[in-house]
């Protein structure tokens, strides 16, 4: 029996992982002053935003408003990227 998970289009596209940003926070959570739990990179943009545990889960919300599918984590030692539009998820 072959298990072999196949990776989304959207996973196999994506060239030079961004993986930070100058600024280590969400910029929509800092306009309102709220907190963030982990921080995600949009892979197409490069915009840094909160992840789904955070309680405005800007990432998602980024990715709803502007279809960018992939985003990678932004915390040290994780090296994975996920798609929003496939809920994919694989390592690099």
Request: hydrophobic letters at 25%.
């Amino acid at each position: 029996m072959d298990t072999e998970i196949e990776v989304c289009v959207h996973l196999q596209e994506v060239g030079d992982i961004k993986k930070t940003a100058e600024k280590q926070e969400c910029e929509e959570c800092v306009k309102t002053g709220d907190d963030w739990v982990h921080l995600r990179v949009c892979q197409t943009c490069g915009g840094v935003h909160c992840c789904d545990a955070s309680k405005n889960k800007h990432a998602e919300e980024h990715f709803h408003q502007t279809h960018h599918p992939v985003i990678s984590s932004a915390q040290p030692g994780e090296e994975w990227l996920y798609c929003y539009k496939d809920n994919s998820f694989t390592g690099y």
